[in-house]
T-cell receptor, first 112, second 112 residues
Framework: GESVGLHLPTLSVQEGDNSIINCAYS??????FIWYKQESGKGPQFIID?????DKRQGQRVTVLLNKTVKHLSLQIAATQPGDSAVYFC???????????FGQGTTLQVKP | DTGVSQNPRHKITKRGQNVTFRCDPI?????LYWYRQTLGQGPEFLTY????????KSRLLSDRFSAERPKGSFSTLEIQRTEQGDSAMYLC??????????FGPGTRLTVL
């Protein structure tokens, strides 16, 4: 079946540095992508989304880049803070039902 | 707090028992989703409702699982004759049509 995967299971960065979390998706028909942050014991928290007709979208301290040519999605976090430590999931939506397909997640560790 | 609530937050049961979980979505959201998440993995889609209608069910949703959303507001997920393999976090999410999904805190099920 189709799946969305992340390149690295764990990413360790120094506080204040920028973080880049990558994701590869397999279905070229996917039209919507979301990044979620999940802290221990909590449900996924929406960070930012992007539609397939865009290649970049910016939020507060976060930027999502979409490269449809190579089916690649990335999340950039500027000036990473200890509170950013969590597991990050990318997800794709395959059709207009809204069903999300999640990848396995990248654990971001922020060193003080 | 996203506005989606789930009860109970934790449930420990013995194999063979039935369990029921409840999800209260954000009030104006017409779509409600159930996902299951095991340790170290991303959430996996189980089923979703648009208003009262259950529109899609995953192959993961065996005959022992049933979900309802009788009045188009809250939803329940019942698992009959629980098995140890049912141990997981059960997540509920809601959305306004096909837009971003807001997740609840989840119900952690442990089957002994």
């Amino acid at each position: 079946g189709e799946s969305v995967g992340l390149h690295l299971p764990t990413l360790s960065v120094q506080e204040g540095d920028n973080s880049i979390i990558n994701c590869a998706y397999s279905n070229s028909a996917s039209d919507y992508f979301i990044w979620y942050k999940q802290e221990s014991g909590k449900g996924p928290q929406f960070i930012i989304d992007i539609r397939s007709n865009m290649d970049k979208r910016q939020g507060q301290r976060v930027t999502v880049l979409l490269n449809k040519t190579v089916k690649h999605l990335s999340l950039q976090i500027a000036a990473t803070q200890p509170g950013d430590s969590a597991v990050y999931f990318c997800a794709e939506k395959l059709d207009n039902t809204g069903k999300l397909i999640f990848g396995q997640g990248t654990t971001l560790q922020v060193k003080p | 707090d996203t506005g989606v609530s789930q009860n109970p937050r934790h449930k420990i049961t013995k194999r063979g028992q039935n369990v029921t979980f409840r999800c209260d979505p954000i009030s104006e959201h017409n779509r409600l989703y159930w996902y299951r998440q095991t340790l170290g993995q991303g959430p996996e889609f189980l089923t979703y409702f648009q208003n009262e209608a259950q529109l899609e069910k995953s192959r993961l949703l065996s005959d022992r699982f049933s979900a309802e959303r009788p009045k188009g507001s809250f939803s329940t997920l019942e698992i009959q004759r629980t098995e140890q393999g049912d141990s997981a976090m059960y997540l509920c999410a809601s959305s306004l049509s096909g837009n971003e999904q807001f997740f609840g805190p989840g119900t952690r099920l442990t089957v002994l």
